[in-house]
């Protein structure tokens, strides 16, 4: 199965952010000294995606513009011969053509941005990369994703193993067969109380749907917190196409939460030949007090 178009909704608010995320798009929050966003997109092209679609909103136009050239910044890296800041720079720019915004008008949930990428998506299955999930490993999420979905057809979301008492924050998978990587999804269930929660199994900020979850986004159904949650219109694609949970590889960190930021910085700080040395002995140092 050929997976050629993401979609990266980027029309949230952002407030557990804030203030950061006042004028700065949450997804432009870097990590070390990348935008998430850019991280999301380069996971992307890794897995094979062609096509980028961006779900944006008011006040979101630096996304755009980092994806774009900036030829006085390029001119100058040029003129005083900073080559590897130049590359850098003209790489993350995605080839011509190959990028699209469109607007979220309202924030109305997760479902209603992926709904308002339909026809840019057409009758195919695709792919949704949420950028504050960051994923660190030597394996790219998405590639492991896209091969899996070669195996299964049908849906694959990234899933991981969460503690009983966080289910209120995820879709919550029931699990069918399951043989220790991919577990079979018989139901799914948004921000479960823990003592209803089916499982302890969860999904990520990574989903590959076929294109008949639109049918059921656009009933405009409200879900949990009021919001047109994807999770209630991928559960009734249950039963008519294959459904599979894949127990991805790497370690996850929740980047639009404080907590998973910080850790997020601090893991990919020392995941960094050029940062390592110098990251550990002050992290050392801060936890002997000294
Ligand atoms: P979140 O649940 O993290 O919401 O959205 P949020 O608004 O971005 O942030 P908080 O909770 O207020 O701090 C998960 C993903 O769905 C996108 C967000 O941009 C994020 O990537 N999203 C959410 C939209 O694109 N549109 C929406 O209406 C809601």
Redesign the pocket.
Known sequence: MQIRKAVF?????????LPATKALP??MLPIVDKPLIQYAVEEARAAGIEEFIF?T?RGKTAIEDHFDHSYELEDLLSSRDKDQALAQIRDSVPPAGQVAYTR?QE????G??VWCARNLIGDEPFAVL???DLILGEDPCLRQMVEAAGETGGNVVAVMDVPREHTGRYGVLDVGADDGRLAEVRGLVEKPDPAEAPSTLSVI?RYILVPEVFDYLSQMERGAGG?IQLTDAMAKLIGDHPFYGLRFTGTRFDC?DKLGFLKATVAFGLARDDLQEGLGAFLEDLVAGR
């Open positions: 909704p980027v029309g949230g608010l952002g407030t557990r952010f949450k997804e779900v909103g979220q924030p109305l949930g997760l209603h941005a949420l950028a504050d900020g919001e639009g």
